[in-house]
């Protein structure tokens, strides 16, 4: 380890006495291995090769750069289900670089990462939170001088791969979210020449990203991906389907408003405008700090975070539908349509009654006389 | 097609009063009945016509529950379960009405035929504007048509497309219950061109309405064409003809 190493753990001490000094047994460590193995779909046999990839003294080294974004991604990720070992994996054993967790500050920490990256160039593994302002030659983010594409297109050079970490790094989140003013983009719409995995969310849950750290350091590479970039074993079911109100969906049992009766009952939260149906991610079995809870076991409906462009496409994060801008109250959607559907059908009998009038008239005008036993109108003259 | 002549008959006796459609020409006694409706086409009109009810009834309920299954265990109503059911088969049996219909564009008669969905002839445009006058009471005669005049070509198709949208649509929406699935993968591209797959919902949602307000207008003009013109066009979509004049000369008689 270089310079780079965070002061609070000193280079010389090893994985196994820095496990030993936080009371983690070997048991506990290769437990903890299996359940990453089986998070990530590649079964418990593998555990054994990803303990020694993790222990191991030549690991590929992980730096970490913040750009446009809040830090909750930071935040989030230090809080992994198995504090002592998962963020051993993350921010002691192997993260050479980060602006929030590491003790140098200013030009001590650009030449740590300068020299981070020189040492381990086309090694490391770059995880990048926050999105990369491009409008107006990207001025509206600049560290040390230099703008946050700058800096990326630096990192990106010496990087094996790329964890883009959270919405931000994603796609862009609220900062992309219309009318965009920075001309904030993710890291893939940058970086086109190195492999990019979307840690999708905002923020993800910190056991995803542990458990992708994981897969690299094991097997050399980033885990399968969906059409969007995120990793499968995470990204690759429905909210929806994996929900434990899903039974209260199915028999029809909704919160209609907070603090309703339902509410109380811990029904669905589908018709306060839940986008669990359209949102992909492992929240429901993962669970934010360590397996307390998530947002909808919590009684708030999920916001579709994972989902790219959510700020724009999942809102009103309380409505069903999209709303239709520009018209007002009264042109929310059903009842535009069901004025539409009653106007038709008035039509239909103001024509109707347009049309008995209107031959009444014609009767009238046309026909002078009719006698009744002689048959109707339409008899032919004899 | 088969061209019965019948024998000449009186006028029946009008009674007194009012009554629709007393300024029909006086018919020439003869009649002749036309086919113009194939079997399956009149099956698929009618499945068509129930499923839609069905789709629009469960889909207003899965957009919005609009009664709530209270009291019992979770495990015991399955309403949601049920609508979506019910919505899924219904939408199945649409999609075999649109297989079905879109085979018989190829293999049905003239007025069944790709060409009959498209008023494209100038003479199309001047009998649509003949039939608008028509519906403003501003024509006496709507233009003589045998199979569909020009303005119903217009909204028919138009409806097939509305349908078309709901399906592609409904099928993004329905492929996310299995992802990475053959519907998931194959309809992947709808929400890409939509905006996202709530701009994709509120597409299926919106649509919705317009093919119910749709319903009113068709019902009301096939009423309208029976009862003013006595076209028996309400008949010749249960038995697929209907009775016209036997000297009566039609637009689309000649047509290819």
Same mark, same amino acid.
């Given at each position: 380890m270089s310079f780079a190493a965070p002061s609070w753990f000193p280079a010389t001490e090893s994985v196994e006495d820095e496990l030993a000094r936080r009371g983690v047994s070997r048991r506990e460590f290769m437990e903890y291995c299996s359940s990453l193995c089986i998070v990530l779909g590649?079964?418990?046999?593998?555990a054994p090769r990803m303990a020694a990839a993790i222990l191991a003294d030549r690991r590929p080294s992980v730096i970490w750069i913040q750009l446009q974004e809040c830090t909750g991604c930071v935040e989030s990720v230090i809080?992994?289900?198995?504090?002592?070992?998962g963020t051993l994996v993350?921010?002691?054993?192997?993260?050479?670089?980060?602006h929030t967790l590491m003790a140098a500050a200013g030009h001590a920490a650009e030449s740590a990462a300068a020299a981070a990256m020189a040492a381990e160039k086309g090694k490391y593994l770059l995880v990048v939170t926050g999105s990369i302002p491009l409008a107006?030659?990207?001025?509206y983010l600049t560290i040390g001088g230099r703008t946050a594409k700058v800096i990326l297109e630096e990192a990106a050079e010496g990087a094996a791969a790329i964890i883009a970490l959270g919405a931000c790094a994603h796609w862009g989140s609220v900062q992309a979210a219309r009318p965009n003013p920075t001309g904030a983009v993710g890291v893939s719409e940058v970086i086109k020449n190195r492999p990019v995995v979307n840690i999708a969310?905002?923020?993800?849950?910190?056991d995803v990203v542990t458990a992708t750290v994981a897969h690299f350091l094991t097997f050399g590479r980033l885990p399968a991906v969906d059409?969007?970039?995120?990793?499968l074993f995470a990204y690759g079911a429905r909210i929806h389907d994996q929900c434990p109100k899903r039974a209260n969906f199915d028999a029809g049992q909704?919160?209609?408003?907070?603090?309703?009766e339902g509410a109380r009952k811990g029904w669905c939260l589908y018709e306060v405008g839940c986008k669990g149906p359209a949102t992909f991610s492992p929240c429901p079995i993962f669970q934010w700090n360590s397996h307390t809870d998530w947002p909808i076991g919590a009684g708030h409906p999920c916001?579709?975070?994972?989902?790219?462009g959510f700020w724009d496409t999942?809102?009103?994060?309380?409505?069903r539908l999209p709303d239709v801008g520009g018209?007002?109250?009264?042109?929310k959607v059903d009842i535009l349509g069901a004025a539409l559907a009653i106007g038709a059908t008035a039509g239909v009998v103001a024509h109707a009654a347009a049309t008995s009038v209107h031959q009444m008239r014609e009767r009238k005008r046309s026909l002078?006389?009719?006698?009744?036993?002689?048959?109707?109108?339409?008899t032919p003259k004899a | 097609m088969s061209a019965t002549p019948l024998p000449p008959q009186p006028a029946p006796p009008r009674p007194r009063g009012f009554t629709l459609?007393?300024?029909?020409?006086?018919?020439?006694?003869e009649y002749r009945w036309v086919y113009l409706w194939d079997a399956p086409l009149r099956a698929m009109h009618w499945l068509a016509a129930i499923a839609i009810v069905a789709l629009a009834v469960t889909g207003f309920y899965i957009g919005k529950p609009y009664f709530i299954t209270g009291g019992? #265990?979770?495990?015991? @109503?399955f309403v949601m379960g049920w609508m979506r059911f019910i919505h899924f088969a219904s939408a199945a049996v649409l999609v075999m009405t649109a297989i079905v219909r879109g085979y018989w564009l190829l293999a049905g008669n003239k007025f069944e035929?790709?060409?009959?969905?498209?008023?494209?002839?100038p003479r199309d445009w001047v009998n649509m504007w003949k039939q608008a006058k028509f519906y403003m009471l501003? #024509?006496?005669?709507? @233009?003589?048509?045998?199979?569909?005049n020009p303005m119903q070509q217009l909204s028919y198709t138009g409806i097939y497309l509305v349908a078309a949208v709901m399906v592609v649509t409904g099928f993004a929406l329905y492929g996310q219950s299995n992802p990475g699935g053959l519907i998931n993968r194959g309809f992947a591209w709808v929400p890409a061109l939509a905006g996202g797959i709530q701009m994709v919902r509120f597409i299926h949602h919106v649509l919705t309405w317009v093919l119910i307000i749709f319903i009113p207008m068709h019902i009301y003009l096939a009423m309208r064409a029976d009862t003013?013109?006595?076209?028996g066009v309400i008949s010749s979509i249960i038995t697929g003809g209907r009775f016209v004049d036997a000297k009566e000369k039609f637009i689309d008689a000649e047509d290819a």
């Amino acid at each position: 380890m270089s310079f780079a190493a965070p002061s609070w753990f000193p280079a010389t001490e090893s994985v196994e006495d820095e496990l030993a000094r936080r009371g983690v047994s070997r048991r506990e460590f290769m437990e903890y291995c299996s359940s990453l193995c089986i998070v990530l779909g590649v079964g418990k046999s593998e555990a054994p090769r990803m303990a020694a990839a993790i222990l191991a003294d030549r690991r590929p080294s992980v730096i970490w750069i913040q750009l446009q974004e809040c830090t909750g991604c930071v935040e989030s990720v230090i809080r992994t289900s198995e504090p002592s070992i998962g963020t051993l994996v993350l921010d002691q054993i192997s993260l050479d670089f980060s602006h929030t967790l590491m003790a140098a500050a200013g030009h001590a920490a650009e030449s740590a990462a300068a020299a981070a990256m020189a040492a381990e160039k086309g090694k490391y593994l770059l995880v990048v939170t926050g999105s990369i302002p491009l409008a107006d030659d990207g001025i509206y983010l600049t560290i040390g001088g230099r703008t946050a594409k700058v800096i990326l297109e630096e990192a990106a050079e010496g990087a094996a791969a790329i964890i883009a970490l959270g919405a931000c790094a994603h796609w862009g989140s609220v900062q992309a979210a219309r009318p965009n003013p920075t001309g904030a983009v993710g890291v893939s719409e940058v970086i086109k020449n190195r492999p990019v995995v979307n840690i999708a969310g905002c923020p993800p849950i910190a056991d995803v990203v542990t458990a992708t750290v994981a897969h690299f350091l094991t097997f050399g590479r980033l885990p399968a991906v969906d059409g969007d970039g995120r990793p499968l074993f995470a990204y690759g079911a429905r909210i929806h389907d994996q929900c434990p109100k899903r039974a209260n969906f199915d028999a029809g049992q909704f919160v209609e408003k907070f603090d309703d009766e339902g509410a109380r009952k811990g029904w669905c939260l589908y018709e306060v405008g839940c986008k669990g149906p359209a949102t992909f991610s492992p929240c429901p079995i993962f669970q934010w700090n360590s397996h307390t809870d998530w947002p909808i076991g919590a009684g708030h409906p999920c916001i579709g975070c994972t989902e790219r462009g959510f700020w724009d496409t999942m809102t009103p994060f309380y409505g069903r539908l999209p709303d239709v801008g520009g018209f007002g109250i009264e042109s929310k959607v059903d009842i535009l349509g069901a004025a539409l559907a009653i106007g038709a059908t008035a039509g239909v009998v103001a024509h109707a009654a347009a049309t008995s009038v209107h031959q009444m008239r014609e009767r009238k005008r046309s026909l002078p006389v009719v006698d009744p036993t002689s048959g109707g109108p339409g008899t032919p003259k004899a | 097609m088969s061209a019965t002549p019948l024998p000449p008959q009186p006028a029946p006796p009008r009674p007194r009063g009012f009554t629709l459609g007393h300024r029909i020409p006086p018919p020439s006694g003869e009649y002749r009945w036309v086919y113009l409706w194939d079997a399956p086409l009149r099956a698929m009109h009618w499945l068509a016509a129930i499923a839609i009810v069905a789709l629009a009834v469960t889909g207003f309920y899965i957009g919005k529950p609009y009664f709530i299954t209270g009291g019992a #265990e979770s495990a015991d @109503p399955f309403v949601m379960g049920w609508m979506r059911f019910i919505h899924f088969a219904s939408a199945a049996v649409l999609v075999m009405t649109a297989i079905v219909r879109g085979y018989w564009l190829l293999a049905g008669n003239k007025f069944e035929r790709f060409a009959a969905l498209f008023p494209v002839r100038p003479r199309d445009w001047v009998n649509m504007w003949k039939q608008a006058k028509f519906y403003m009471l501003m #024509e006496r005669h709507p @233009p003589a048509y045998l199979g569909h005049n020009p303005m119903q070509q217009l909204s028919y198709t138009g409806i097939y497309l509305v349908a078309a949208v709901m399906v592609v649509t409904g099928f993004a929406l329905y492929g996310q219950s299995n992802p990475g699935g053959l519907i998931n993968r194959g309809f992947a591209w709808v929400p890409a061109l939509a905006g996202g797959i709530q701009m994709v919902r509120f597409i299926h949602h919106v649509l919705t309405w317009v093919l119910i307000i749709f319903i009113p207008m068709h019902i009301y003009l096939a009423m309208r064409a029976d009862t003013l013109e006595r076209t028996g066009v309400i008949s010749s979509i249960i038995t697929g003809g209907r009775f016209v004049d036997a000297k009566e000369k039609f637009i689309d008689a000649e047509d290819a």
